[in-house]
């Protein structure tokens, strides 16, 4: 168990609805990751907050948002969602801007 | 752009072979390297991380090495129970965000 809570487990949702996931960092890390991974690719990074502040993007699409709270908890927003769009979702944290990340156990997302 | 490939793709080995899996990456500059085990549906768990060359780590029977070009988990006497896909990702010193592998697939069969 690496201490990094992700909600819910599994989402099976429609296209074009909007869907909303949560992580919680291991206690004591600032930083927070958001990846994807689909059956067909690797680990693609999305985004990275840190102490509530965005602090790296990468291959994140304009329908997808995230923030992070001030209890450090996140969300990761998805909306106007795609087939494409199912697959894995995981969360990471570190406890700083940079180091070795700790990973959630993710959510399955599947678009009907 | 920092890149990370791994070989082979997958590797089929009975329980007691021993091998090695290749992680080789490009980066400008290396702040860390980083190896993870995935099992299906789950979520990557941290191994270990490397800083510099000729570093080397060992957990039960897992050792990893670094050179300046690429680094290896060398498994020892591997047991069905280390079937998982292994991921390497690095860290460069102009990025924040990890560059993944796309990982080795790993069967040990009894």
């Known amino acids: 168990d690496s201490g990094v809570t992700q909600t819910p487990k599994h989402l099976i949702t429609a296209t074009g609805q909007r869907v909303t996931l949560r992580c919680s960092p291991r206690?004591?890390?600032?930083?927070v990751y958001w990846y994807q991974q689909s059956l067909d690719q690797g680990l693609q990074f999305l985004i990275q907050y840190y102490n509530g502040e965005e602090r790296a993007k990468g291959n994140i699409l304009e329908r997808f948002s995230a923030q992070q709270f001030p209890d450090l908890h996140s969300e990761l927003n998805l909306s106007s969602l795609e087939l494409g769009d199912s697959a894995l979702y995981f969360c990471a944290s570190s406890r700083g801007l940079a180091g070795e990340q700790y990973f959630g156990p993710g959510t399955r997302l599947t678009v009907t | 752009e920092d890149q990370v490939t791994q070989s082979p793709e997958a590797l089929r080995l009975q329980e007691g072979e021993s091998s090695s899996l290749n992680c080789s990456y490009t980066?400008?500059?290396?702040?860390?390297l980083f190896w993870y085990r995935q099992d299906p549906g789950k979520g990557p768990e941290f191994l270990f991380t490397?800083?510099?060359a000729g570093e080397e780590k060992e957990k039960e029977r897992l050792k990893a090495t670094l050179t300046k070009k690429e680094s290896f988990l060398h498994i020892t006497a591997p047991k069905p129970e280390d079937s998982a896909t292994y991921l390497c990702a690095v860290l460069g010193n102009y990025g924040q965000n990890f560059v993944f592998g796309p990982g080795t697939r790993l069967s040990v069969l009894p």
């Open positions: 490397l800083y510099s």
């Open positions: 980066v400008s500059g290396l702040r860390g």
């Open positions: 206690s004591g890390d600032l930083s």
